[in-house]
T-cell receptor
Framework: DAEITQSPRHKITETGRQVTLACHQT?????MFWYRQDLGHGLRLIHY???????NKGEVSDGYSVSRSNTEDLPLTLESAASSQTSVYFC????????????????FGPGTRLTVL | GQNIDQPTEMTATEGAIVQINCTYQ??????LFWYQQHAGEAPTFLSY????GLEEKGRFSSFLSRSKGYSYLLLKELQMKDSASYLC??????????????FGTGTRLLVSP
């Protein structure tokens, strides 16, 4: 069955370290997204991609980067982890032509709980 | 800018009906989604409204009034497994033409026996 996976599921790191969170989907979806979820804020968009080699900044992109070298993967990198980046990170994907989010729903991965000490 | 409001927490009894409201302000509205999220799990899609009116899906229904910037999710015949957070999300179209989902903070529903 097609799915969307994230790894690791839990990560503890230290301030200043570089961290990469993996996201892999087997639906062949064009659109992929990274969100963070914090108490009192709901899900906030970090970065998104409408296809291979396309990446765009979301509302909370500072300190994060992504790359899209194939359809299946959108890794999220924290360049220099900060305590403010302690959060639960969700990757999502949806069907869509390049540049436009279709009305189709977004499918979410299981999440990665990141703690920055 | 965008603003989405929903109650933080609600409680209800098994077998009852509960209505979770969502109000929104957005410059480029293009649809409203409801997601369910159990504790420690990923959000899962429940419903989608883009036109005014009621959409029914089994025990769950969702209503939209675009002129009032208002939606509600109606859960009937509540079951214990319905205890979860319910996220309202608005699809907002930016000036560039691109669209994105903006999420509310979620309503935590606790169903008691």
């Amino acid at each position: 069955d097609a799915e969307i996976t994230q790894s690791p599921r839990h990560k503890i790191t230290e301030t200043g370290r570089q961290v990469t969170l993996a996201c892999h989907q087997t639906w062949n979806h064009n659109n992929m997204f990274w969100y963070r979820q914090d108490l009192g804020h709901g899900l906030r968009l970090i970065h998104y991609s409408y296809g291979v080699q396309d990446t765009n900044k979301g509302e909370v992109s500072d300190g994060y980067s992504v790359s899209r070298s194939n359809t299946e993967d959108l890794p999220l990198t924290l360049e220099s982890a900060a305590s403010s980046q302690t959060s639960v990170y969700f990757c999502a994907s949806s069907v869509g032509t390049s540049g436009i989010i279709e009305y189709n729903e977004q499918f979410f991965g299981p999440g990665t709980r990141l703690t920055v000490l | 800018g965008q603003n989405i409001d929903q109650p933080t927490e609600m409680t209800a009894t098994e077998g009852a009906i509960v209505q979770i409201n969502c109000t929104y302000q957005t410059s480029g509205f293009n649809g409203l989604f409801w997601y369910q999220q159990h504790a420690g799990e990923a959000p899962t899609f429940l419903s989608y409204n883009v036109l005014d009116g009621l959409e029914e899906k089994g025990r769950f229904s969702s209503f939209l009034s675009r002129s009032k910037g208002y939606s509600y999710l109606l859960l009937k015949e509540l079951q214990m497994k319905d205890s979860a957070s319910y996220l309202c999300a608005v699809r907002d179209q930016e000036n560039t033409g691109f669209q994105k989902l903006v999420f509310g903070t979620g309503t935590r529903l606790l169903v008691s026996p």
